[in-house]
């Protein structure tokens, strides 16, 4: 039997947020919701010009690649945990703000069977648009590591993830290098000397990647932890123009894309009460509560990841996988400062990194 679960995000309502537990990361409500109106509006065009490129034969053949390819990768990552005879959770079709969280998507009464075909368990649905947001967070760093595994030795849950990007400008796959971070399961992130965060010295849960021919990327990650007045996150930056260096990282070109990526608040309760997490006693933020949450999501369309869970648990890991539609001519730059820059033996820090751009943003974006 598979359970499939909903990613239920937040209520355009927003409240004032908790107190951070990282500085820099400030709240200003009317500016909030000036930018969520804005960032709202850049991706219903978006959205827009995406559904206009559905019926074409190229995109409904790279779809039905995608669909061969999830379920390949699911299968294989099945069996290199020695879980292929286990029964497996899946989820599908996300959910966006209150109308959805009023809606059940259990649909465990299906019961789909090995005999389901993987187009209904690994179809995409409508190309989802990730609203591009002012919130990369305080604790993005430059040039980090070409590299998919993302692990290091830290412990957690697993989380292979594979997100598909699409030039809404074209229809065709993004060339682009997809940067991607999260907190461990006690809320720290690496490549920072903040107090309390990892240190220079520390890369792991974060990495670089360049889209394939399809515009995929895949990492092997861990499902996020959490810290003080944010909703469990992973964050997402998409580099347009970008140098790959001899040395396994990148420079230059400009940032197209910024946005995070949230999850089911059922699935989130689960993991957090399994170890490492349930260790973690900063108090928890729920999606409804985070205050960020309303760049990713309106009522038009789906900004949530689909999963499965490797196992009957969360213990064999999760496959998370989206199609993301974004416009790579759009230069986000602005509300990508970083905090430092990654250097073969430990990173250093960004003199002129300010994250308070995020309260006193310019009038257009691109």
Not at 146 to 154: F, G, H, K, L
Not at 195 to 224: C, I, S
Not at 334 to 343: D, E, I, N, R, V
Request: one cysteine or more; hydrophobic letters at 35%.
């Amino acid at each position: 039997m598979m359970l499939l679960n909903t990613l239920v995000f937040a209520a355009l309502s927003l409240g004032p947020l908790a107190a951070h537990a990282h500085p820099g990361e400030t709240f200003n409500k009317r500016a909030h919701m000036d930018e969520i109106a804005n960032a709202h509006a850049v991706a219903d065009v978006n959205a827009r010009a995406l559904e206009a490129c559905q019926n074409r034969p190229d995109v409904k053949e790279r779809r039905e690649r995608a669909v061969a390819r999830r379920a390949a990768t699911f299968e294989r990552l099945r069996r290199e945990k020695g879980l292929q005879d286990e029964s497996f959770l899946h989820r599908r079709d996300a959910a966006s703000l209150r109308q959805w969280m009023a809606k059940s998507h259990d649909k465990s009464s299906l019961k789909y069977t090995k005999d389901t075909p993987i187009s209904e368990l690994f179809g995409s649905n409508t190309s989802c648009i990730l609203t591009p947001d002012n919130a990369n967070g305080p604790y993005f760093v430059y040039q980090e590591q070409i590299r998919s595994n993302v692990v290091e030795d830290v412990k957690g849950v697993p989380m292979h993830l594979e997100l598909q990007f699409i030039d809404v400008n074209t229809c065709k796959p993004a060339n682009v290098l997809i940067d991607i971070w999260s907190c461990n399961s006690q809320g720290v992130y690496s490549g920072v000397s903040a107090a309390g965060e990892g240190g220079l010295g520390t890369t792991y849960l974060r990495g670089v990647q360049p889209t394939d021919k399809d515009g995929v990327v895949n990492f092997d990650t861990l499902f996020p932890g959490h810290y003080s007045g944010r909703a469990t996150h992973e964050h997402i930056i998409a580099h347009v123009g970008s140098k790959v260096l001899d040395n396994g990282t990148y420079t230059g070109g400009q940032v197209a894309h910024l946005s995070q990526l949230f999850f089911d608040q059922s699935l989130i309760d689960t993991i957090e009460a399994t170890a490492p997490y349930s260790t973690n006693r900063i108090a928890r933020t729920s999606n409804s509560a985070d205050g960020f949450t309303g760049y990713a999501a309106s009522p038009n369309y789906d900004p949530f990841p689909n999963y499965a869970m490797l196992g009957s648990g969360v213990a064999g890991g999760l496959f998370v996988w989206a199609e993301l539609g974004i416009n790579t001519s759009s230069n986000w730059d602005y509300y990508a400062p970083y905090a430092s820059t990654w250097k073969e033996g430990g990173g250093y820090n960004n003199p002129k990194f300010n994250m308070m751009v995020v309260a006193t943003p310019p009038p257009t974006h691109g």
